[in-house]
């Protein structure tokens, strides 16, 4: 990379902490566990080189400026070795993922339905499978991370919608209890399909990141997928009333998190950098408000099948 790159490095390091906040318009978006796999150094708070590198500025909502030396050099030395390969949204490779993905949810959905001896043992095999898988993810996540950024303990807790998915899947998987199933169905079809639909991510395949997201947001609507209509855990009635509510109450929690830490975990203090559903809900704070609206059509509308189908078996009583 030679001189060059290494006056680039030099300068950059030495610039002024407040350098790239002055922009008041700027939108902050803290990396989730699993969003920061799809994350490239073209998003938020972020600057090209000449030589395609990104040195990220600090987070606007950070109070204290934090060393980015590991993140300088490891991105110096990804600049030859990354692939340049945008991701296209709605492209061939997006749409073929979510049809691969639709695909594996249909199979793994039929396999704990068959009947036989080994119903039941299929059933095991592909709920631990898929538990495993996520744990995997949400394992490589950190790891994948650590060369890039120096993690603090916001960064571990599950304090994004998807990353609290993951931890929702895995545990509806090893236990099949109703609570955690019904969190998942409803938020692994909702929330975690819109984020699919929409990814955040820069590059497309092979790159890992790109992998690792949808990976990780598929592996959450397969699970959904196949603890609801494969393994046969359905909403109760009134499902979708307790988990939009217990939505409304980690939403809350984490606005307390936001305010105390200074950060942006769900959005509640701004929209996210790259183009997103909220985009079209209008300005902050309404835009909140009209998610949470969304999110109650959304649940009511997953509970219609179970609601149609006990009117039906109450009938036939």
């Known amino acids: 990379?030679?001189?060059?790159?290494?006056?680039?490095?030099?300068?950059?390091?030495?610039?002024?902490?407040?350098?790239?906040?002055?922009?008041?318009?700027?939108?902050?978006?803290?990396?989730?566990?699993?969003?920061?796999?799809?994350?490239?150094?073209?998003?938020?708070?972020?600057?090209?080189?000449?030589?395609?590198?990104?040195?990220?500025?600090?987070?606007?909502?950070?109070?204290e400026a934090?060393?980015?030396?590991?993140?300088?050099?490891?991105?110096?030395?990804?600049?030859?070795?990354?692939?340049?390969n945008p991701f296209e949204r709605f492209g061939l490779e997006h749409a073929a993922t979510l049809l691969l993905l639709a695909a594996i949810a249909a199979l793994l959905s039929w396999l704990p339905r068959r009947r036989g001896a080994g119903s039941a043992r299929a059933q095991g095999i592909v709920r631990f499978a898929l538990a495993a898988l996520l744990s995997f993810g949400l394992a490589f996540a950190l790891a994948d991370a650590l060369p890039l950024r120096r993690l603090d303990w916001l960064d571990i807790l599950p304090l994004h919608f998807c990353d609290?998915?993951?931890?929702?899947?895995?545990?509806?998987?090893?236990?099949?209890?109703?609570?955690p199933c019904e969190l998942l169905y409803f938020w692994g079809l909702s929330g975690t399909l819109i984020a699919m639909l929409t990814p955040d991510v820069d590059h497309g395949f092979p790159d890992s990141r790109c992998l690792s997201f949808f990976a990780l947001?598929?592996?959450?609507?397969?699970?959904?997928?196949?603890?609801?209509?494969?393994v046969g855990v359905r909403p109760r009635p009134g499902a979708h009333l307790r988990v939009f509510w217990i939505t409304n109450a980690y939403a809350a929690l984490i606005a307390v998190i936001d305010a105390v830490a200074n950060e942006n975990y769900l959005y509640l203090r701004a929209k996210p950098s790259q183009p997103s559903i909220l985009d079209v809900m209008g300005p902050w704070p309404w835009y909140i408000a009209a998610a949470d609206a969304l999110a109650f059509v959304l649940f009511r509308a997953l509970m219609i099948p179970f609601m149609n189908h006990r009117a039906a078996a109450t009938h036939q009583k």
């Open 1 to 63: 990379m030679g001189r060059g790159v290494q006056e680039h490095a030099r300068l950059a390091v030495s610039a002024p902490s407040g350098a790239g906040s002055t922009d008041s318009t700027a939108r902050s978006k803290p990396r989730s566990i699993s969003s920061r796999l799809g994350r490239s150094p073209s998003s938020s708070g972020e600057r090209r080189t000449p030589f395609s590198c990104a040195i990220p500025r600090l987070r606007p909502w950070r109070r």
């Open 66 to 84: 934090r060393p980015r030396d590991i993140e300088l050099r490891w991105s110096l030395i990804r600049a030859d070795t990354s692939p340049v």
């Open 164 to 179: 609290m998915a993951v931890l929702i899947a895995v545990w509806a998987l090893l236990t099949r209890r109703r609570t």
């Open 217 to 230: 947001h598929g592996g959450v609507a397969v699970s959904a997928v196949v603890m609801t209509f494969g």
